[in-house]
């Protein structure tokens, strides 16, 4: 089955703690992406990657890191995480920027 | 980077009655993506319109991009409670330099049995 994973789901950590979240799919699609989701704000990218090694700030990267080392994966990670990263993350996987959207079911960040 | 602009913000309707939701923007998009997110995941595609004047019809829900390529609406025909959501739009806009789409903040849709 086609498909994005997100690990974990639900996350409750506290300041400063360092995190990741993984991200994996199955489509062999070359553009990857991390968005953020809070109430009135909408769907915000924070990072995204053309390719393999490929990766650039999207609209609100202040305080996220990404990697690409393999098509497959594209982790977001948190060096130190602050009460204003709490949120919910997607990430997403495409044949190009511009193409259908695949979205993961989410992961549901609090940050203490 | 051009902003579209969904609206309404909110609606509740009751099981039945037919709807109109709005995506506009001052900008040109080369096409306009439909999504829809159920609570708890992740927005999945509905439509892509590509065509200025395109209408798509997908069962009761119709999408339509204006002539301009600025705008599109989404029209549901007796509304279901299966229908309740949140429907973004989302486009490339040609104005745009970042490799991203743009997306609308969304029209949170409840449909009461």
């Known amino acids: 089955e086609a498909q994005v994973t997100q690990n974990p789901r639900y996350l409750i950590t506290v300041t400063g703690k360092k995190l990741t979240v993984t991200c994996s799919q199955n489509m062999n699609h070359e553009y990857m992406s991390w968005y953020r989701q809070d109430p009135g704000l909408g769907l915000r990218q924070i990072y995204y990657s053309m390719n393999v090694e490929v990766t650039d700030k999207g609209d609100v990267p202040e305080g996220y890191k990404v990697s690409r080392k393999e098509k497959r994966n594209f982790p977001l990670i948190l060096e130190s995480p602050s009460p204003n990263q709490t949120s919910l993350y997607f990430c997403?996987?495409?044949?190009?920027?511009?193409?259908?959207?695949?979205f993961g079911p989410g992961t549901r960040l609090t940050v203490l | 980077t051009q902003l579209l602009e969904q609206s309404p913000q909110f609606l509740s309707i009751q099981e039945g009655e037919n709807l109109t939701v709005y995506c506009n923007s001052s900008s040109v998009f080369s096409s306009l993506q439909w999504y829809r997110q159920e609570p708890g995941e992740g927005p999945v595609l509905l439509v892509t319109v590509v065509t200025g004047g395109e209408v798509k019809k997908l069962k009761r829900l119709t999408f339509q991009f204006g002539d301009a390529r600025k705008d599109s609406s989404l029209h549901i025909t007796a509304a279901q409670p299966g229908d309740t959501g949140l429907y973004l739009c989302?486009?490339?806009?040609?104005?745009?330099?970042?490799?991203?789409?743009?997306f609308g903040k969304g029209t949170l849709l409840t449909v009461n049995p």
């Open positions: 989302a486009g490339q806009d040609l104005g745009g330099s970042n490799y991203k789409l743009t």
């Open positions: 997403a996987s495409s044949l190009g920027p511009y193409n259908e959207q695949f």
